[in-house]
């Protein structure tokens, strides 16, 4: 499998609650015009027959863009849709069982702290999800911020890229971009629910990729 | 795969909300030992992982048994556990999709009408559950019952085996055993809230097996 990392760096996760009653496949190719670089579908309130046509109809609008598209938590839905690959937290469904059933697609796991990612890489995790990076509205059941420093620990610990997550914005995106191993910044609210979802993205694409470090990186 | 009509007499269905207190693997084996002939986890409040674990327990628990397990809505972890199947709902991953993933694993689907039944047959559902048959407090997101006239309507409407499903018990189960197409009855309080959980199984058991159509239909 090809490595997902440069694809990681404004990496869109949904939230179809956060769209302001915008439909969310049009928010979505709002972001991708103006520069997200890959997009999550996370939307833990739809049922699951719903939320696996919401996938198929993703999978259709994304296709002429060649922005991989990654479902959260249901493993047999990503397969289902053949998405490029499912991110899962610790609470889903086993590392290890989730890597055997997608075989070469991509599987993104969710950790908080150097071990986990430790253990999240021994068992085949193609990238990590690392947060929550800042306090967010968006999840409410987290454990308290490790901020960019938490972050740092994180990507020193492994290998495979990482991208942060939690509470990233324009304001905060600049301290997490001067991290050198930071593969990227997973954004929620910050896109979909921005006035102009497009000139959202686009500015966060561009603090990111303007960041010192950045040219040198990647 | 082989008919899996005649495990479908008597079909535990699990809900650990409802065990007072009792371990879930422990009560279920009490079953299985009371005459149960087929067990499917459905744990709707349970987190993936803690489900998944659960549902490798119930294999390794079952194994002596040779008592299908089949696992709802969830076909990665069906697939992951290498369950004998899965059930799905109408709002659970598509039908044709769990169809495709599981392979020649049991694909069980429930149905409310005649309308349902056929479109399940077609997708390659391998059984039906038939339901809600009676009121109960297991379910509480049903629209109405449709008694054993509904069950008979469904039971007439497709070549695949049917097991009803819903507040059946000790008191109703000879009504729906004198369905001669039926292949079974699902059961989850009247077992796993019974004070006896054995004696409970045993009882439907032989109220099942001894009804007076039974004897020539199996």
Redesign the interface.
């Known amino acids: 499998m090809p490595s997902c990392k440069r694809q990681l760096a404004v990496y869109l996760v949904t939230d179809r609650d956060l769209t302001r009653g915008r439909d969310l496949i049009e928010s979505v190719l709002d972001a991708v015009q103006g520069g997200v670089t890959m997009v999550q579908l996370r939307e833990k309130h739809t ?4 939320f ?2 919401l996938a198929r109809q993703l999978m259709r609008a994304l296709a002429p863009y060649k922005i991989p598209l990654i479902i959260n ?5 990503a ?3 053949r998405a490029s690959g499912a991110h899962i937290g ?5 590392a290890a ?2 890597r ?2 997608l075989r070469r697609a991509i599987l993104g796991v969710s950790v908080q702290n150097a071990d986990e990612a430790r253990e999240a890489e021994k068992t085949g995790a193609d990238y990590l999800g690392a947060g929550v990076a800042y306090a967010t509205g968006t999840k409410t059941d987290y454990q308290g911020t490790i901020g960019a420093e938490g972050v740092r620990a994180i990507c020193e610990a492994v290998r495979i890229p990482v991208a942060a997550i939690g509470g990233i914005n324009a304001a905060n995106i600049g301290e997490l971009a001067a991290i050198p191993r930071l593969a990227g910044a997973s954004v929620v609210s910050a896109i979909l629910s921005a006035e102009d979802i497009r000139a959202a993205a686009r500015e966060l694409r561009s603090l990111w990729d303007g960041a010192p470090c950045r040219s040198q990186n990647t």
């Open positions: 049922p699951a027959r719903e696996t046509q938590d249901r493993v047999d839905i397969l289902a849709v610790q609470s889903d469904i086993p069982d989730a055997r059933l």
